[in-house]
């Protein structure tokens, strides 16, 4: 189904198209990665190890869609937790969810957030999310 078969805008761009994939391990995690923007693929491949899943584990996938039309902000970090979701935020315009049951990531990035800092600063924090529960969690749990 695409946006342009119905009368109804894909204002959220679920039906982007992501044509540039590719499948790494990041940390030790076997990831497939799809994205509509080759700089983010480059950049991943320098980050991890480009390689097939020897190890027949299930693969996490990752969409990561450059939304031109994002507003451009501030570097401020928010993280919004719920049960296996975990919402990652930076500034207004780049949204990335990570769903830690359904081995699954889907990332909306601001045209201002380069190829290199989602590399360098979101990576690590979305691998960590996808691995273990928030810290929030685990201490509101506790109590």
Known sequence: MSSEGTSVPDLLRRFAPA????NLFVDD???R???NDPSIVTAMRSAAANSSNENGKAPY???LIRDDEAPC???????????ALNTLLLGAGTTIVIDRQQREVLGFIAPDVSARELVTLLLPLITKLSREPHP???SAISR
């Not at 902000?73 to 049960?83: A, D, K, P, V």
């Open 61 to 63: 996938f990752w969409k």
């Open 33 to 35: 990665l799809e994205t």
């Open 19 to 22: 044509p540039h994939v590719c």
């Open 73 to 83: 902000s501030e570097r401020e970090i928010t993280i919004l937790s719920s049960g």
């Open 29 to 31: 995690a076997y990831v």
């Open 136 to 138: 929030a969690i685990e």
